[in-house]
């Protein structure tokens, strides 16, 4: 009595339509459990991508020197930020590229029409590279612009709008602050919001030396920001930075920092790791619900060889051998486990593309996500399917036929 493969599954197939209800409760457990792994890889990938956009926001070989003059908790005299430390840093460092200095404070910016409350920094042209911040239109100003004190703007999308709305701001004069006209030379490209709700968009660029003489700048720059030749030299860099930075500010073996140095690089690298313990915490947890959905698939399976007990013993009389009947469960093991993960596989989809679309992240499943998934789902049922067909196979035919 020997079967093809398409018989097989053919009364496999015809099985599982006689008993929708069954068929459906069956695949409901491994569709649950496989569209939630799929969901959860999805999630934790979202979210581990947006994180580390955030960071990218303010470049990826960038170390940051802040001074500890506004800290309740320092104890010392600190020092401000200064040019002499710019210098130093530019002289010294050997693996820094560029040293950018910042300084950031929000002023009242006035068009002909309009006033809006931003950010404006002084600092110098290296900025936009630093932070990686192409243009939109227009430029950024130079180093004659900044040894001239040069009464020139380099602003962002959102102060455009709104001092500007549509137009092009490019050649029209803003006023910051009661007394500082400056002629707009450039629009930076749109970076968005940061997870803390901050716009990076609210920005007004201008030379650092036309900020000190216009707008003053009595406790020194707020930041530098260091640039390093390669990613790879980021940790050698902030090394290198300290005794630079300590022989600057004329410190003593015995005194402490009067600055912090850190990178935003090295957050990135904890919120990496964390994102990775809880992604796959999370993947650990949908794994469960796929052994409950597989667990459902055995039991489901021990029922329907109670119930078929009579036509088993009917196909061993009549010629089927115990493996025939063992291939004949296994394949509608199969049938059931690989329908209930490809409708896992659509529910995992569309459930990640619903939460990507409502966080604005990334939610793209790869078709090898997809398929492993889908693959494991299916093993799952199969090998949960194997004891109720292996007790099929072994049942004695005689008492198979005597089952009411």
């Given at each position: 009595?020997?079967?093809?493969?398409?018989?097989?599954?053919?009364r496999?197939?015809?099985?599982?339509?006689r008993?929708?209800?069954?068929?459906?409760?069956?695949m409901l457990g491994?569709?649950?459990?496989v569209?939630?792994?799929?969901a959860m890889?999805s999630?934790?990938?979202?979210?581990?991508?947006?994180v580390?956009?955030?960071?990218?926001?303010?470049?990826?070989?960038?170390?940051?020197?802040?001074?500890?003059m506004?800290?309740?908790?320092?104890?010392?005299?600190?020092?401000?930020?200064?040019d002499?430390?710019?210098e130093?840093l530019?002289?010294?460092?050997?693996?820094?590229?560029?040293?950018?200095?910042?300084?950031?404070e929000?002023?009242?910016?006035?068009?002909?029409?309009?006033?809006?409350?931003?950010k404006v920094?002084g600092?110098m042209?290296?900025?936009?590279?630093?932070?990686?911040?192409?243009?939109?239109?227009?430029?950024?100003?130079?180093?004659?612009?900044?040894q001239?004190?040069?009464?020139?703007?380099?602003i962002g999308?959102?102060?455009?709008?709104?001092?500007?709305?549509?137009?092009?701001?490019v050649?029209e004069?803003?006023t910051?602050?009661s007394?500082?006209?400056?002629?707009?030379i450039?629009?930076?490209?749109s970076?968005?919001?940061?997870?803390?709700?901050?716009d990076?968009?609210?920005?007004?660029?201008?030379?650092?030396?036309?900020?000190e003489?216009?707008?003053?700048m009595p406790?020194?720059?707020?930041e530098?920001?260091?640039?390093?030749?390669?990613?790879?030299l980021l940790?050698?860099?902030?090394?290198e930075?300290?005794p630079?930075?300590r022989r600057?500010?004329?410190?003593?073996e015995?005194?402490?920092?009067?600055?912090r140095i850190?990178?935003?690089?090295?957050a990135?690298?904890v919120?990496?790791?964390v994102?990775?313990?809880?992604?796959?915490?999370?993947?650990?947890i949908?794994?469960?619900?796929?052994?409950?959905?597989?667990?459902?698939?055995?039991?489901?399976?021990?029922?329907?060889v109670?119930e078929?007990?009579?036509e088993?013993?009917?196909?061993?009389?009549?010629?089927?051998?115990?493996?025939?009947?063992l291939?004949?469960?296994?394949?509608e093991?199969v049938?059931l486990?690989?329908?209930?993960?490809?409708?896992?596989?659509?529910?995992g989809?569309?459930?990640?593309s619903l939460?990507?679309?409502?966080?604005?992240?990334?939610?793209?499943?790869?078709?090898?996500?997809i398929a492993?998934a889908?693959?494991f789902?299916?093993?799952?049922?199969?090998?949960f399917?194997?004891?109720?067909a292996r007790?099929?196979?072994?049942?004695?035919?005689?008492?198979?036929?005597?089952h009411?």
């Amino acid at each position: 009595m020997r079967q093809t493969r398409s018989e097989i599954l053919g009364r496999a197939l015809r099985t599982a339509v006689r008993n929708p209800g069954r068929t459906l409760l069956t695949m409901l457990g491994l569709a649950i459990g496989v569209g939630a792994f799929l969901a959860m890889v999805s999630f934790g990938t979202g979210a581990r991508a947006s994180v580390m956009e955030q960071f990218e926001l303010l470049g990826t070989r960038v170390v940051y020197i802040w001074t500890n003059m506004n800290r309740r908790d320092f104890g010392g005299s600190a020092r401000p930020l200064t040019d002499f430390d710019v210098e130093a840093l530019k002289r010294e460092a050997m693996t820094v590229e560029r040293v950018v200095p910042r300084i950031t404070e929000v002023q009242n910016v006035r068009s002909a029409q309009t006033t809006f409350p931003t950010k404006v920094t002084g600092t110098m042209p290296g900025f936009v590279d630093i932070r990686e911040w192409p243009l939109l239109v227009g430029g950024m100003f130079d180093d004659t612009d900044v040894q001239q004190r040069a009464k020139v703007a380099v602003i962002g999308t959102t102060v455009a709008q709104a001092l500007f709305g549509r137009r092009d701001p490019v050649g029209e004069t803003i006023t910051i602050g009661s007394n500082l006209p400056c002629r707009i030379i450039g629009v930076l490209t749109s970076k968005g919001q940061q997870t803390t709700g901050e716009d990076m968009d609210e920005i007004v660029l201008i030379p650092a030396t036309t900020y000190e003489a216009f707008l003053g700048m009595p406790i020194g720059y707020h930041e530098l920001m260091l640039q390093v030749r390669n990613i790879r030299l980021l940790e050698t860099g902030m090394v290198e930075a300290v005794p630079i930075m300590r022989r600057s500010h004329r410190l003593s073996e015995n005194d402490p920092d009067d600055f912090r140095i850190a990178s935003p690089a090295q957050a990135a690298q904890v919120a990496r790791f964390v994102s990775t313990i809880l992604t796959g915490l999370l993947m650990g947890i949908a794994a469960v619900s796929l052994l409950v959905g597989g667990i459902g698939v055995m039991n489901i399976q021990l029922v329907s060889v109670a119930e078929r007990t009579k036509e088993i013993g009917i196909r061993s009389a009549i010629g089927a051998s115990p493996r025939q009947i063992l291939v004949q469960f296994l394949a509608e093991a199969v049938v059931l486990s690989f329908t209930g993960s490809m409708v896992g596989v659509a529910l995992g989809w569309v459930a990640s593309s619903l939460v990507a679309r409502a966080m604005a992240w990334s939610g793209n499943l790869s078709v090898l996500t997809i398929a492993g998934a889908a693959a494991f789902g299916t093993s799952v049922g199969v090998a949960f399917g194997y004891l109720p067909a292996r007790r099929a196979a072994q049942l004695e035919p005689i008492e198979a036929l005597r089952h009411e």
